[in-house]
């Protein structure tokens, strides 16, 4: 597919320095849209499908370092998170983070502002176009918010702080922070719309393009954080309906047993993963790596689960024990998808906080079973609507893993006495701590972001 770049916008998408704007004139050498077929190189960019985020897993309870790697790591973003340090950023360091998912939205808001006027294609191609600029704003959007914002709170959702709502191609917009009920809002929107637009095929014709069950995934995620569980669960119930292939784990096998890192049959990459509903590819694959499995996790999990079986190994790349107190990360390749589990797990869950505990329960037995040996496989159970959301808090744990979820799932857990829990580090000798709202739970905006637009109030650090 070929990629179009737009570097009109100099470093950064909102800086609002002395750039002209995007339409004002024609730069020599840069790509300016005219036709339907040109805002459709637009969408068919891999970058788009980038979820362009994943810091945010080393400063969760997925992830455990040795101090012989995290003193390798305390110079770079990865360490710092780690430690839950105040400072994730340098004065001059950039957060590509931040940057390519304003540089995404930029893009979709250029194809939404202008699309209308090109020339050719049919009003379907222009309406499906539509459809997924939307859906990938939202998806930016909500999970900029869930970074950068707090957690939904219906309560104080329209003060809290979010980030820069922008929804033109305009260099010289206003950028001050919205709020979390505004950006929330917005996404919801921009969800409906793409819903409502006949020309959205019901599944996209490759990862890059999504369909209406895109939209659907996304807005049962969205509805899920929101704490709206019926809507949660109306969504994730029509998108299942669209698409809800699971994969069966028994079909994986290693390439060399032996050296569990040179690889696994059978397993898909992201891109044709066919649980996906809406496919994210991860940019920071290089940067997720060289971790042991957290304690806590592992607990959870258990070794005889093929999601640990497969992720995970006591061995070297050698085929030697490994000397680290838990086992080591080899899976490579996280997956920021929104796919089949997510949403049976959402259905599961908005089942249980409705009292139905026998069909929540039958949602988790129907996933796990994939997800085990026949002869190391049981049935869970559970005798309370409690008993049962616990399960699958547990569940979630363990499918969504390195799915870009878990730090949000924090937030929004830390609100229940019944799975708030504080976070702690040790490295030498010094053990460091991150209770329940802590403001670290909102992630550092980058010195160089605010010096750029002072109109941005830097989060509490």
């Known amino acids: 597919m070929k990629k179009i770049f737009i570097y009109s916008f100099c470093v950064l998408m ?22 339907v077929a040109d805002y459709e190189l637009f969408m068919n960019d891999v970058l788009i499908a980038d979820a362009a985020y994943g810091y945010e ?14 003193v390798s790591q305390l110079n770079y973003r990865n360490g710092r998170s780690y430690l839950w340090q105040a400072d994730l950023f340098k004065v001059t360091e950039d957060d590509g983070e931040w940057n390519n998912m304003y540089r995404n939205i930029y893009n979709c808001n250029l194809v939404l502002k202008n699309i209308g006027d090109a020339t050719g294609g049919t009003p379907a191609d ?22 950068f914002g707090n957690d939904y709170q219906e309560a104080t959702a329209a003060k809290d702080l979010a980030v820069p709502l922008l929804l033109v191609p305009d260099l010289e917009a206003k950028t001050s922070r919205a709020t ?20 959205l095929p019901d599944m996209g014709s490759n990862y890059v393009h999504p369909g209406k069950a895109a939209a659907l995934a996304l807005q049962a995620r969205v509805y899920l954080y929101m704490g709206d569980y019926s809507k949660a669960m109306k969504a994730a119930t029509d998108a299942l309906v669209l698409h809800n292939t699971l994969l069966d784990y028994n079909t994986f096998s290693f ?13 898909p990459t992201v891109d044709k993963n066919p649980e996906n509903i809406y496919t994210k590819t991860n940019s920071n694959n290089g940067v997720i790596t060289r971790f042991m499995v957290h304690p806590d ?22 085929g030697a024990v490994s000397t680290n107190p838990y086992p080591d990360y080899f899976a490579n390749t996280v997956n920021y998808s929104i796919g089949v589990p997510e949403m049976m797990l959402i259905k599961a869950e908005c089942l249980a906080r409705d009292q139905e505990t026998g069909e929540a329960v039958k949602i988790l037995n129907e996933l796990r079973k994939k ?27 363990r499918e969504l893993m390195y799915h870009g979820l878990r730090w949000f799932d924090l937030k929004r857990l830390n609100r229940d006495e019944r799975f708030k829990k504080t976070l702690t580090r040790e490295y030498d000798g010094t053990v460091y701590t991150l209770a329940p709202q802590d403001p670290k739970y909102l ?19």
Do not use: W
């Open 297 to 318: 996790l592992l607990q959870i999990l258990g070794e005889t689960d093929l999601r640990y079986v497969y992720t995970f190994t006591r061995l070297t790349r050698t």
């Open 57 to 70: 897993e080393f400063m969760t309870d997925d992830i455990a370092y040795t101090d012989d790697i995290l």
């Open 180 to 199: 979390v009920k505004e950006v929330y809002e917005q996404v919801l929107k921009d969800l409906s719309d793409a819903i409502a637009l006949n020309g």
């Open 255 to 267: 390439v060399n047993p032996a050296r569990p890192y040179s690889g696994v049959n059978g397993r």
């Open 14 to 35: 909102f800086a609002g320095s002395g750039c002209k704007k995007f339409m004002d004139v024609t730069p020599k050498g840069l790509f300016l849209p005219k036709t």
């Open 126 to 147: 222009k309406e499906r176009i539509i459809a997924e600029a939307k859906i990938h704003r939202a998806y930016y959007y909500f999970h900029l918010a869930n970074l």
């Open 443 to 461: 992630l550092q905006i980058a010195p160089k972001i605010v010096q750029i637009n002072p109109a941005i109030i830097p989060n509490p650090r």
């Open 371 to 397: 997800r085990f040996k026949p002869g190391d496989y049981s049935d869970v159970s559970a005798a309370t609507a409690d008993e049962a959301l616990g399960l699958v808090i547990e569940e979630r744990r």
